[in-house]
């Protein structure tokens, strides 16, 4: 009975020893920190690593995580200067920089933060319009960030970034805005496409100016190399005309080629022929009435050769048709002078075959 009391109680000395010593170290994770209090006052803070603390007369109290946190919040109604209510989102980021202040400087340093993030956000925007509230988040940011870091570092907190998620206005101010967005970008692609209309006028205005600047250009060159060929041209012609000396005869023969072309328009009622040119047909007229007797006679010696005769033959008719010609060249110079009057003496025609005439 003694022994079974013995080893009893040698059991429970044994499970006591265990359990002393098991309260006596305590191992602190890495980025952790615990308080401990000896007889209810502050003792110290357990680093991480391995501790000994003294069994039921120091308090280790729970870990306190040393690292960043973020923490988001819950949409806030605030009022705008214009008083308009909008909702607002926001993400805290701090770290706890002094576990006993964090412990002891604040019954809970969440809520704390929370609260405080809310008010100060609500003097923030309160300040502001709703439109320079959208387009000032940076602004917000840093005086939020600027406010909490002052307040919460006697709390043994640090915060490193206020950053605001969603800012949610009314309704209907969602739909005004977008009305006026809307409006805003259809005035944009207007002015745009006014833009590219006139500049695309401006630009097919300066091509026809360009197109037009090159073509005149093109024709002037056309009409000046057209007027140097003529030149030159005529001048070839001219010195040819003077280098080979023209018989008289060629020359009306050529206006004799060139008549049936003057009386092909309809309005050559009346031809004005030379004088030089009647003596030139003349000539042409004597030379072949010459040349017709010795071709008779040639056929009379020959008369086998038709070849001969055929040239005897268009010669007289060559020279049947000079006679005819001249004829009515020189018929035609009558009629000139009668209409228009002798060109040497300047006087019409009837007033000279009177002057001619002797007096009653």
Known sequence: MEVTTLLIAALLIALLAAFTVARAVRIVPQARARNVERLGRYHRTLQPGLNFVIPYIDRVYPALDLREQVVSFAPQPVITEDNLVVEIDTVL?????????????IASYLQAVEQLTVTTLRNVVGSMDLEKTLTSRDSI????RGVLDDATGKWGLRVNRVEIKAIDPPKSIKDAMEKQMR???????SILSAEGQRQSQILTAEGDKQGAILRAEGDRTAAILKAEGQSRAIDEVFQAVHRNDPDPKLLAYQYLQVLPQLAQGEGNTLWMIPSEVTSALHSISRAFTETLPQSAATRETNPSDEP??????????????????VANASEAEGIRQITSGDTRTNQPFTDRQNSALPPD
């Open 93 to 105: 980021y701090f770290q706890v920089t002094n576990p006993r202040s964090a412990a002891y400087e």
């Open 308 to 325: 001969s005769t055929r040239a005897a033959q268009d010669a007289a008719q060559a020279a049947e048709a000079a006679e005819e010609a």
């Open 183 to 189: 409006a805003e970008r259809d005035k944009r692609a």
């Open 141 to 144: 940011n840093s005086q939020l």
